[in-house]
């Protein structure tokens, strides 16, 4: 069964992250991402745990009506300038098979994060990680590094450099300003872990993907995001009504991902 294939019907998946039902699951690294959009439960049928690659990535963007144009590409077709100091290697455009050789853990807060020193994060201020390569890694980087600080007091730093500019962008400050900050404690990677990713779709412009998780209690869970490609880097794309995820679900295991590698005990 396919992860997008069940929804839940009662309205939580429209919820801004922090005011699902999610974040009642676990408590630190799951209730950061649980509550970033949409929230399903999906049933693994058969148990195989074999890990392989995800669903093989488009040349389309997301059809998704919630999602907005993406912006950032100059009306004369010329590629836009990167930030200063930032220079990366754009030349594979093929979606990752496995995990890059390159690939560390990096923590913020009680979370561990993937980047890699040639697809990105290149570039740290604060929490403000950035500098990613315009490669399908790049942008999963980017959607792991961005969507991890939103629940704690980085927030603003975060959504001000690294959110689309748009209508979504607009509703999420609106929501998440009226709301408390739940910086997260404990141990890097006690509550929960990411292990891996599936490309949905990717062009040199946007790109939308599964992020496996794996939480305290052993259960896996699915966010779906997406980046476009604006002011030289990848941003965080929100749905319209302000939602960073377009949808959550559970998942039965690693199977039909592609996994992290590096050491973080996935």
């Not at 880097?233 to 690693?254: A, H, N, Q």
Request: include cysteine; hydrophobic fraction near 35%; proline fraction near 7%.
């Amino acid at each position: 069964m396919s992860p997008r294939s069940r929804r839940n019907n009662s309205g939580e998946w429209e919820k801004p992250f922090w005011q699902q039902t999610g974040w009642l699951l676990s408590a630190g690294f799951f209730l950061v991402l649980a509550l970033l959009g949409g929230f399903a439960v999906f049933a693994d049928d058969d148990g195989d745990t074999n890990a392989g690659q995800g669903p093989e990535a488009t040349a389309a963007p997301s059809s998704d009506p919630a999602q907005g144009t993406p912006s950032g590409k100059p009306s004369n077709g010329t590629e836009e300038p990167r930030p200063a100091g930032c220079r990366t290697d754009d030349s594979d455009q093929a979606v990752p098979p496995k995990s890059p050789a390159d690939l560390k853990w990096k923590i913020y807060q009680a979370d561990l994060v993937p980047v890699s020193a040639t697809a990105g994060p290149l570039l740290y201020d604060g929490a403000v990680w950035s500098c990613f390569a315009r490669t399908p890694l790049g942008a999963v980087l980017a959607l792991h590094s961005i969507t991890s600080k939103m629940s704690g007091s980085d927030w603003k730093a975060v959504t001000d450099k690294q959110i689309a500019r748009g209508p979504g962008k607009d509703a999420f400050v609106a929501t998440r300003s009226k709301e408390a900050d739940k910086n997260a404690t404990g141990a890097p990677g006690s509550d929960g872990t990411y292990v891996g990713f599936s490309m949905l779709t990717y062009t040199k412009d946007q790109a939308t993907a599964m992020l496996l998780m794996r939480i305290a209690d052993g259960k896996y869970g699915v966010a779906t995001a997406s980046v476009v490609w604006e002011d030289g880097d990848w941003k965080l794309r929100p749905t319209l009504k302000g939602s960073l995820t377009e949808s959550i679900t559970f998942v039965g295991g690693p199977e039909g991902f592609v996994l992290w590698g590096g050491g973080n005990g996935a």
